[in-house]
Each structure stands twice: as C-alpha cells, then as structure tokens.
T-cell receptor, first 114, second 114 residues
Framework: EAQVTQNPRYLITVTGKKLTVTCSQNMNHEYMSWYRQDPGLGLRQIYYSMNVEVTDKGDVPEGYKVSRKEKRNFPLILESPSPNQTSLYFC?????????????FGQGTRLTVV | GEDVEQSLFLSVREGDSSVINCTYTDSSSTYLYWYKQEPGAGLQLLTYIFSNMDMKQDQRLTVLLNKKDKHLSLRIADTQTGDSAIYFCAERGGGSSNTGKLIFGQGTTLQVKP
C-alpha cells in the first residue's frame, strides 16, 4: 500500500530538548516536504527536498533542520524546541514531472512543547 | 507573493448543497486542488482541476474555476454528516514548472447538521 509514515503521532516535550520526527515513503517519490498546520493559518511549508542530498527552506524554516540521506526518509529535526513550535506537523511526498502529480500526506504528528 | 484565501467556517443542513470558496493570487498556477482533512487524520486529495478548465464534476463534487477572478469553488451536493471535515484549497506553486510545492488556504471547517 502506498503510504507516508510519520512517527511519533503525538509528542510532548520540554523547551530545549532536541527531538526528531521521522517520515518515510514507499513510493520512490523524489519530492518530500514538511508542513506545519496552525489554526487559521492553514498549512505552511517548513522545508522541502527535491531529491537525495538536495534540501531547501520553505516559508517557515526557522528553528528546524532536515536531512535527506536516502530517498525514502526525510526526518524533521528540532535542535532546541520552543513553545511556538507547538503545532501539527505533516510530511508529504510526490513525484516530480509535468502534469498533475498527487501529493501524499502522512497522518500527522501533534507536537506540544512546554 | 503567492497567497490562497478561504473562509474559515461553513454550516449546512444534511441534504443541502455546500459551496466552499477560495481565491488565489498566482495567475500562473497550473493545478488547483481540494483536500479534505477528517479529525485526527492527514490530508486526502478530493479532486483537482487544471487551469485551462472551467468546471470539473466527480460524483457529488463540482469544482468551478474562474481564472479571470482567480476564484475556485467546491460544491458538494446532498451533503452528508460524513462530509464534516476541514477542506483545504491549494495551488501548486512555481507556475508551470512542477516544483512539488503546494500553497494552502487557511482551511474551511464544514459542519453538517442532521
């Protein structure tokens, strides 16, 4: 089954304690990205990757890091989480190329930073 | 810059039609999407429309695109309680080149009353 898997689904942590949210896709997609969803703001892109070892900032990258060492995995790293990073996070993947391409989303990770 | 706007809330009675509206700013958008998010779940692609189309129908869903006014709408006929969810309008960023990036509206919460 084609899917994007995020872990964990729920996480409560304290300010400053480094954490990683994992994302894995089984569709051999080139493009992967992370979004955060906040009430009244919709989804905003944090970082994206066009392929292995190719990553770039999205619209709200401050406080986050990513890596793309393998095509299937795209972890999101918060080196020193702060309360304003409390949010719902989604990983997504899609193929690149002309025409319509469907983005597949993970189930989301609800992060609370206290 | 690219921006997508939606109203935040819509309430309808079961059996009525729902119309969710969206405006966007990027006139070079090639694909426009509607995603559905049920409580506690990720985003699911409902339908999409190519920018050279005015209308697309898929069972109970009708998408209307007014490219001149940069206005997109989603009509759900015979709305059911199972349609209660958040609906996101999105445009594919980057114009005709497929960058993979999606730009989302704020999301419209659809409440269906029995």
């Amino acid at each position: 089954e084609a899917q994007v898997t995020q872990n964990p689904r729920y996480l409560i942590t304290v300010t400053g304690k480094k954490l990683t949210v994992t994302c894995s896709q089984n569709m051999n997609h080139e493009y992967m990205s992370w979004y955060r969803q906040d009430p009244g703001l919709g989804l905003r892109q944090i970082y994206y990757s066009m392929n292995v070892e190719v990553t770039d900032k999205g619209d709200v990258p401050e406080g986050y890091k990513v890596s793309r060492k393998e095509k299937r995995n795209f972890p999101l790293i918060l080196e020193s989480p702060s309360p304003n990073q409390t949010s719902l996070y989604f990983c997504a993947s899609s193929p690149l190329g002309g025409g319509h391409t469907e983005a597949f989303f993970g189930q989301g990770t609800r992060l609370t930073v206290v | 810059g690219e921006d997508v706007e939606q109203s935040l809330f819509l309430s309808v009675r079961e059996g009525d039609s729902s119309v969710i509206n969206c405006t966007y700013t990027d006139s070079s958008s090639t694909y426009l999407y509607w995603y559905k998010q049920e409580p506690g779940a990720g985003l699911q692609l409902l339908t999409y429309i190519f920018s050279n189309m005015d209308m697309k129908q898929d069972q109970r869903l009708t998408v209307l695109l007014n490219k001149k006014d940069k206005h997109l709408s989603l009509r759900i006929a015979d709305t059911q309680t199972g349609d209660s969810a958040i609906y996101f309008c999105a445009e594919r960023g980057g114009g005709s080149s497929n960058t993979g990036k999606l730009i989302f509206g704020q999301g419209t919460t659809l409440q269906v009353k029995p």
